[in-house]
Protein backbone atom coordinates (compact mmCIF):
# COMPACT_ATOMS: atom_id res chain seq x y z
CA UNK A 1 0.00 0.00 0.00
CA UNK A 2 1.22 3.54 -1.02
CA UNK A 3 1.42 6.18 1.86
CA UNK A 4 -1.06 8.28 -0.30
CA UNK A 5 -3.73 5.56 0.15
CA UNK A 6 -2.48 4.79 3.89
CA UNK A 7 -3.05 8.77 4.86
CA UNK A 8 -6.49 8.34 2.78
CA UNK A 9 -7.40 5.53 5.33
CA UNK A 10 -6.26 7.50 8.23
CA UNK A 11 -8.55 10.57 7.16
CA UNK A 12 -11.17 8.84 6.60
CA UNK A 13 -11.04 6.68 9.91
CA UNK A 14 -10.50 10.39 11.22
CA UNK A 15 -13.64 12.08 10.11
CA UNK A 16 -16.06 9.37 10.89
CA UNK A 17 -17.99 10.02 14.16
CA UNK A 18 -19.80 7.38 16.63
CA UNK A 19 -22.37 5.08 15.32
CA UNK A 20 -24.98 6.24 12.92
CA UNK A 21 -26.94 2.86 13.28
CA UNK A 22 -27.30 4.43 17.35
CA UNK A 23 -28.02 7.72 15.69
CA UNK A 24 -30.93 6.76 14.12
CA UNK A 25 -32.34 5.17 16.94
CA UNK A 26 -32.11 8.22 18.83
CA UNK A 27 -31.03 11.10 17.41
CA UNK A 28 -30.68 13.19 21.04
CA UNK A 29 -28.23 10.71 21.66
CA UNK A 30 -25.39 13.10 20.50
CA UNK A 31 -26.41 16.25 22.23
CA UNK A 32 -27.40 14.45 25.52
CA UNK A 33 -23.75 13.14 25.55
CA UNK A 34 -22.52 16.58 24.45
CA UNK A 35 -24.75 18.19 27.59
CA UNK A 36 -23.68 15.81 29.97
CA UNK A 37 -19.81 16.71 29.51
CA UNK A 38 -20.68 20.66 29.20
CA UNK A 39 -22.28 20.09 32.83
CA UNK A 40 -19.12 18.31 34.14
CA UNK A 41 -16.91 20.36 32.35
CA UNK A 42 -19.09 23.65 34.42
CA UNK A 43 -18.72 21.57 37.80
CA UNK A 44 -15.25 21.19 37.89
CA UNK A 45 -14.80 24.70 37.05
CA UNK A 46 -17.11 25.49 39.54
CA UNK A 47 -15.47 23.65 41.74
CA UNK A 48 -12.12 24.96 40.75
CA UNK A 49 -13.35 28.49 41.15
CA UNK A 50 -14.80 27.75 44.90
CA UNK A 51 -11.36 26.96 46.44
CA UNK A 52 -9.41 29.43 44.34
CA UNK A 53 -11.58 32.09 45.77
CA UNK A 54 -10.85 30.75 48.93
CA UNK A 55 -7.31 30.29 48.22
CA UNK A 56 -7.09 26.43 48.87
CA UNK A 57 -6.19 26.06 45.37
CA UNK A 58 -3.07 25.46 43.77
CA UNK A 59 -3.28 26.15 40.23
CA UNK A 60 -0.96 23.18 39.00
CA UNK A 61 -3.33 20.90 40.90
CA UNK A 62 -5.58 21.71 37.65
CA UNK A 63 -3.93 19.14 36.25
CA UNK A 64 -5.88 16.72 37.93
CA UNK A 65 -7.91 15.70 35.46
CA UNK A 66 -5.09 13.71 33.80
CA UNK A 67 -6.11 10.83 35.72
CA UNK A 68 -9.21 10.46 33.72
CA UNK A 69 -6.83 10.45 30.45
CA UNK A 70 -5.33 6.66 30.52
CA UNK A 71 -9.36 5.62 30.39
CA UNK A 72 -10.59 7.64 28.03
CA UNK A 73 -7.73 6.18 25.84
CA UNK A 74 -9.60 2.92 26.36
CA UNK A 75 -12.65 3.70 25.33
CA UNK A 76 -11.47 5.49 22.34
CA UNK A 77 -9.62 2.19 21.15
CA UNK A 78 -12.08 0.38 21.84
CA UNK A 79 -14.76 2.16 20.04
CA UNK A 80 -12.56 2.74 17.01
CA UNK A 81 -13.01 -1.08 16.00
CA UNK A 82 -16.22 -1.67 17.57
CA UNK A 83 -18.11 1.23 15.14
CA UNK A 84 -17.73 -0.97 12.61
CA UNK A 85 -20.18 -4.24 14.07
CA UNK A 86 -22.72 -1.16 15.52
CA UNK A 87 -22.69 0.59 12.07
CA UNK A 88 -23.17 -3.35 10.41
CA UNK A 89 -20.02 -2.33 8.23
CA UNK A 90 -17.59 -4.66 9.78
CA UNK A 91 -17.91 -7.17 6.48
CA UNK A 92 -17.52 -4.16 3.97
CA UNK A 93 -14.17 -3.02 6.15
CA UNK A 94 -12.89 -6.30 5.82
CA UNK A 95 -13.27 -6.81 2.51
CA UNK A 96 -11.69 -4.02 1.44
CA UNK A 97 -8.27 -4.81 -0.82
CA UNK A 98 -5.65 -3.59 1.85
CA UNK A 99 -3.90 -5.92 4.20
CA UNK A 100 -5.79 -6.37 8.37
CA UNK A 101 -2.15 -4.63 8.90
CA UNK A 102 -3.33 -1.68 7.14
CA UNK A 103 -6.87 -1.49 7.90
CA UNK A 104 -6.10 -1.83 11.91
CA UNK A 105 -2.90 0.50 11.68
CA UNK A 106 -5.41 3.38 10.01
CA UNK A 107 -7.77 3.20 12.79
CA UNK A 108 -4.88 3.04 15.46
CA UNK A 109 -3.29 6.56 13.76
CA UNK A 110 -6.73 8.35 13.76
CA UNK A 111 -7.27 7.40 17.59
CA UNK A 112 -3.65 8.78 18.18
CA UNK A 113 -3.79 12.12 16.20
CA UNK A 114 -7.79 12.50 18.09
CA UNK A 115 -5.47 11.98 20.94
CA UNK A 116 -3.11 14.61 20.11
CA UNK A 117 -5.96 17.16 19.31
CA UNK A 118 -7.83 16.82 22.39
CA UNK A 119 -5.02 16.63 25.13
CA UNK A 120 -3.37 19.69 23.27
CA UNK A 121 -6.79 21.47 23.32
CA UNK A 122 -7.32 20.73 27.28
CA UNK A 123 -3.57 21.75 28.18
CA UNK A 124 -4.66 25.15 26.11
CA UNK A 125 -7.76 25.26 28.09
CA UNK A 126 -6.62 24.28 31.36
CA UNK A 127 -3.95 27.20 30.80
CA UNK A 128 -6.08 30.01 29.82
CA UNK A 129 -8.35 28.96 33.20
CA UNK A 130 -5.20 29.59 35.18
CA UNK A 131 -4.46 32.90 33.88
CA UNK A 132 -7.86 34.15 34.32
CA UNK A 133 -7.82 32.90 38.42
CA UNK A 134 -5.04 34.99 38.00
CA UNK A 135 -6.79 37.77 36.93
CA UNK A 136 -9.10 37.48 38.97
CA UNK A 137 -8.97 36.42 42.11
CA UNK A 138 -6.90 37.69 44.40
CA UNK A 139 -3.53 35.70 45.68
CA UNK A 140 -2.33 34.28 42.65
CA UNK A 141 0.45 35.73 39.61
CA UNK A 142 1.57 35.09 36.43
CA UNK A 143 4.26 32.97 37.71
CA UNK A 144 1.19 30.90 39.24
CA UNK A 145 0.46 30.64 35.80
CA UNK A 146 3.48 30.09 34.18
CA UNK A 147 4.26 27.32 36.50
CA UNK A 148 0.98 25.78 35.58
CA UNK A 149 1.86 25.69 32.03
CA UNK A 150 5.36 24.16 32.80
CA UNK A 151 3.87 21.41 35.51
CA UNK A 152 1.25 20.69 32.42
CA UNK A 153 3.78 20.14 29.84
CA UNK A 154 5.14 17.04 31.11
CA UNK A 155 1.85 15.79 31.64
CA UNK A 156 1.43 16.35 27.84
CA UNK A 157 4.37 14.19 26.15
CA UNK A 158 3.03 11.76 28.99
CA UNK A 159 -0.16 11.39 27.43
CA UNK A 160 1.05 12.22 23.71
CA UNK A 161 4.23 9.88 23.80
CA UNK A 162 2.55 6.77 25.99
CA UNK A 163 -0.66 6.63 24.51
CA UNK A 164 0.10 4.58 21.43
CA UNK A 165 1.02 1.75 24.57
CA UNK A 166 -2.70 1.79 25.83
CA UNK A 167 -4.27 2.91 22.12
CA UNK A 168 -3.18 -0.26 20.31
CA UNK A 169 -3.80 -2.57 24.07
CA UNK A 170 -7.50 -1.38 23.65
CA UNK A 171 -7.65 -1.94 19.89
CA UNK A 172 -6.08 -5.33 20.34
CA UNK A 173 -9.10 -5.80 23.49
CA UNK A 174 -11.83 -5.13 21.28
CA UNK A 175 -10.29 -7.38 18.08
CA UNK A 176 -10.17 -10.06 20.65
CA UNK A 177 -13.96 -9.52 21.77
CA UNK A 178 -14.53 -10.27 17.72
CA UNK A 179 -12.44 -13.68 17.55
CA UNK A 180 -12.80 -17.22 18.98
CA UNK A 181 -10.38 -15.44 21.74
CA UNK A 182 -13.31 -13.81 22.96
CA UNK A 183 -13.77 -15.75 26.33
CA UNK A 184 -10.84 -13.83 27.27
CA UNK A 185 -12.40 -10.70 27.23
CA UNK A 186 -13.19 -10.44 30.48
CA UNK A 187 -9.93 -11.44 31.98
CA UNK A 188 -7.61 -8.96 29.79
CA UNK A 189 -9.99 -6.28 30.92
CA UNK A 190 -9.81 -6.89 34.35
CA UNK A 191 -6.43 -6.60 33.74
CA UNK A 192 -5.87 -3.60 31.82
CA UNK A 193 -8.36 -1.77 34.61
CA UNK A 194 -6.47 -3.07 37.24
CA UNK A 195 -3.30 -1.65 35.45
CA UNK A 196 -4.44 1.53 34.72
CA UNK A 197 -4.77 2.23 38.53
CA UNK A 198 -1.04 2.16 38.93
CA UNK A 199 -0.39 3.91 36.00
CA UNK A 200 0.51 7.15 37.13
CA UNK A 201 2.87 5.66 39.55
CA UNK A 202 5.15 4.12 37.44
CA UNK A 203 5.38 8.13 35.98
CA UNK A 204 8.13 8.29 38.71
CA UNK A 205 10.37 6.10 36.65
CA UNK A 206 10.38 7.80 33.34
CA UNK A 207 10.32 11.24 34.92
CA UNK A 208 14.06 11.77 36.80
CA UNK A 209 11.78 13.80 39.55
CA UNK A 210 8.61 14.71 40.23
CA UNK A 211 8.70 18.18 40.59
CA UNK A 212 10.67 18.83 37.11
CA UNK A 213 8.29 21.94 36.44
CA UNK A 214 9.34 23.36 39.35
CA UNK A 215 12.93 23.15 39.22
CA UNK A 216 12.61 24.45 35.46
CA UNK A 217 10.70 27.23 36.72
CA UNK A 218 13.32 28.08 39.37
CA UNK A 219 15.64 28.42 36.63
CA UNK A 220 17.15 24.87 37.63
CA UNK A 221 17.50 22.62 34.39
CA UNK A 222 16.14 19.48 34.24
CA UNK A 223 14.58 17.08 32.27
CA UNK A 224 10.98 18.02 30.38
CA UNK A 225 10.53 15.17 28.20
CA UNK A 226 10.19 11.49 29.90
CA UNK A 227 12.57 9.01 29.22
CA UNK A 228 13.29 8.41 25.63
CA UNK A 229 13.83 4.80 25.41
CA UNK A 230 10.29 4.63 27.48
CA UNK A 231 9.04 6.49 24.00
CA UNK A 232 10.52 4.01 22.00
CA UNK A 233 8.96 1.23 23.57
CA UNK A 234 5.62 2.32 23.47
CA UNK A 235 5.36 3.07 19.95
CA UNK A 236 7.85 -0.43 19.19
CA UNK A 237 5.04 -2.70 22.07
CA UNK A 238 2.30 -0.36 20.17
CA UNK A 239 3.27 -1.89 16.80
CA UNK A 240 3.41 -5.73 18.02
CA UNK A 241 0.00 -4.94 19.70
CA UNK A 242 -1.24 -4.08 16.29
CA UNK A 243 0.24 -6.88 14.35
CA UNK A 244 -1.82 -9.13 16.69
CA UNK A 245 -4.50 -7.36 16.23
CA UNK A 246 -4.53 -7.66 12.73
CA UNK A 247 -3.21 -11.34 12.85
CA UNK A 248 -6.41 -12.41 14.69
CA UNK A 249 -8.39 -10.37 12.46
CA UNK A 250 -7.01 -12.66 9.37
CA UNK A 251 -6.71 -16.00 11.31
CA UNK A 252 -9.07 -16.17 14.35
CA UNK A 253 -12.56 -13.88 12.97
CA UNK A 254 -15.93 -15.13 14.52
CA UNK A 255 -18.53 -13.22 13.01
Request: hydrophobic share 55%; proline share 4%; glycine share 8%.
Amino acid sequence: MSLRMFLSLVHHEWKLKGSWRKLDRSQGFGYGRTIYFVLLALVAVGVASYFAIHGQLKLPQLWGVAIGFPYMLVVMGVLMLRREWENGTFGWWLTLPYSRLSLVGAKFFAAWLRTVAVSSCVYVLISLFAGIIALLVKGYSSEDVWLTMLTGLPLLVIVIGFSPFILSLSLLLATIHYTTLRPLSPILWVVIIGGLSTFYSGFQTFIPGYHVAHRLFNDQPGLLVPNLWALLISWIVAYLFIRIAAYLLERKLSI
